[in-house]
């Protein structure tokens, strides 16, 4: 073979090897490609079958919210939702900033009955903490499996919670939740008043703020736990402490049913104090006795015996058909529609219109009733706020009552106090016109101010009236009944009232509703004080007290302990006693 045809066999070769290599790629290339598709493909059947499945499960999860959104609630007990069972009540202060109610944080005790193991071992174990369990409600409670949810004990102490955190029982668990507390107790309870087991307003003031808005926002789940701007009270919780001292110490003193007070600024209207015994714990109502509840003050209604002689003896003058230079004559008894009227101490004869303020005169009362009559006397009373229910915060006032239809008879007794029962808070509100220019105002137990009182104040009585009134209080504070009740240096003048009570429709001599009704300083009136006992009986046990040994004397030791704290500065004459202020 030549060395040309070798080349070329060596060409021929070189060339079949390129081209089996180009083959052999093409070939290779080909496959690298399909495979890759297909893998490809398998990847996205994954993603497309897990978005199905998350597709699916989302689609009944959803399914199912809005089935529980949709389901009636398993109603277990009366437990509310935790926002709710937290949200706050604000605090109620006196005028100076003293707390009279707070929230304070506690935990209640419940059970989820289906996690107990042995119903039998957990109220045993309960029992050694809490030695009041009723057991066998417990039982019950614990023992029913269908149950989830049971209240067992609310507001524990913190100690009872530790004790029971140590027993370890399953199923057993604690609510945070908010206790009222009250830091004065019985001293302004029915003012104050209380809450239920769930924070919910029940009578007094707590009562008032709930119906002002905050029971509604609370249903509507719009309160939280955050404070609450406080509520502030026009009581002085000094005064007021003076106050209950002395009522309840009258009623230790003389063995009556119960007694009570009110302290009232003449030109704001503020109630300073108010106190009605026997009272409650407002921290623990449910232990008081039932008679406790009654605020006699406000949600009692008396006849007010001779108090209402001054409205009588204002309506005469009032009217410019008497004056305090008129006479009337006293010594005779009146007989009308089968009844004697006359007098307890009657002077028997004619006296003046001051002196029948003084003495107490039932016949010259009747007398002045007489000449203003009937219709006048009503509308006299109805509009001094006599015949109405009294409109103010707290909720527990009562509606007076009176005839059905006036006679001259009703008339005569109404003069001086029987026939009519009103509430001893309205008598002193209405008293307020009597001594502060003729104005009636609107009772409150929130802070006021003077510019305030004048938007609401009525006109009731004309200034002279007033005038004349005042003049009359001084008298008989000095020379008549009220000298029991007299303050050296403070000019107290007012009106004792004794009134028989009813019983088995009869009046009896021997049971009296007692009150003694004043104005200090008498010159310049700045307070009317109210001061009432029920049923009185005398040092020896042996009659009925009278008001002006029994009522006459609170009201002088309420203004003897609280005039300094009211900024009221005593005054005296050149002899060092006070003297009759002339009009």
């Known amino acids: 073979m030549t060395f040309l045809s070798r080349i070329m066999l060596l060409k021929s070769q070189a060339h079949f090897s390129t ?23 398998l990847a996205r059947k994954r993603v497309g079958l897990m978005m199905a499945a998350f597709t699916v499960a989302y689609a009944v999860i959803g399914g ?189 003193k003389f063995k009556a049913l119960g007694a009570g007070g009110v302290v009232l600024d003449v030109h704001t209207g503020e109630v300073l104090a108010m106190v009605s015994v026997p009272d409650f714990d407002p921290n623990n109502p449910a232990a008081s006795a039932q008679e406790g509840w009654l605020n006699r003050m406000s ?132 008293a307020v016109a009597l001594v502060n220019g003729g104005k009636l105002i609107e009772p409150t137990f929130l802070p006021r101010t003077r510019e305030q009182a004048e938007l609401v104040a009525k006109q009731v009585i004309q200034p002279s009236t007033s005038k004349d009134m005042r003049y009359l209080f001084e008298l008989n504070g000095v020379k008549g009944s009220g000298r029991n009740a007299r303050v050296e240096g403070f000019n107290v003048g007012g009106k004792t009232g004794t009134a028989d009570k009813v019983v088995n429709g009869r009046y009896v001599g021997d049971k009296n509703f007692n009150a003694f009704l004043a104005a200090f300083p008498i010159d310049n009136p700045r307070y009317v004080v109210l001061a009432v006992i029920d049923e009185p009986k005398t040092d020896k046990g042996n009659g009925a007290a009278l008001a002006g040994t029994s009522a006459a004397p609170m009201v002088g030791e309420i203004i003897r302990r609280s005039a300094a704290i009211l900024g009221v500065e005593p005054k005296f004459g050149e002899d060092g006693s006070a003297l009759l202020v002339s009009y």
């Open 64 to 252: 199912r919210l809005v089935q529980y959104g949709y389901a009636q609630p398993e109603v277990t007990s009366s437990i509310l939702p935790a926002d709710r069972l937290m949200a706050s009540r604000p605090d109620i202060l006196d005028r100076n900033g003293e707390v009279l109610a707070t929230d304070i944080r506690t935990v209640s005790l419940f059970a989820e009955p289906h996690k107990i193991v042995d119903p039998d071992e957990a109220v045993e174990k309960l029992a050694t903490v809490l030695a009041d369990l009723d057991i066998r409600g417990t039982y019950r409670k614990l023992a029913n499996p269908n149950s989830r949810f049971q209240w067992l004990r609310r507001q524990l102490t913190p100690k009872q919670q530790s004790q029971i955190l140590a027993l370890g029982i399953p199923g057993i668990g604690f609510r945070p939740e908010k206790r009222r507390f009250y830091p004065g107790g019985t001293t302004a309870s029915h003012i104050v008043g209380y809450v239920n087991i769930d924070n919910r307003g029940m009578a007094g003031m707590e009562r008032y703020i709930d119906s002002q808005g905050l029971a509604d926002l609370r249903d509507l789940g719009m309160t939280g736990d955050s404070p609450l701007e406080p509520v502030k009270l026009s009581i002085d919780l000094r005064v007021q402490h003076i106050l209950r001292d002395v009522v309840v110490n009258a009623v230790d």
């Open 19 to 41: 081209d089996v290599q180009r083959g052999g790629t093409s070939m290779n290339g080909a496959a690298f490609k399909g495979t890759a598709k297909r893998k490809t493909q």
């Open 299 to 430: 949600n009692g209604t008396f006849e007010m015996g001779s108090t209402f002689k001054s409205f009588t003896i204002a309506m005469g003058l009032d009217s410019g058909k008497v004056s305090l230079n008129d006479s009337f004559d006293a010594r005779y008894p009146i007989r009308i529609g089968g009844f004697t009227i006359k007098d307890f101490h009657g002077k028997n004869r004619i006296l003046t219109v001051p002196e029948i303020f003084q003495y107490s005169s039932n016949i010259g009362t009747a007398k002045v009733a007489d000449i203003v009559g009937t219709e006048g006397h009503k509308e006299f009373l109805t509009r001094l706020g006599l015949l109405t229910r009294v409109q103010t915060e707290l909720p527990e006032v009562a509606m007076p009552s009176q005839p059905r239809e006036w006679k001259k008879l009703n008339s005569i007794t109404i003069s001086f106090g029987h026939g009519v029962s009103t509430t001893p808070f309205q008598t002193a509100v209405a």
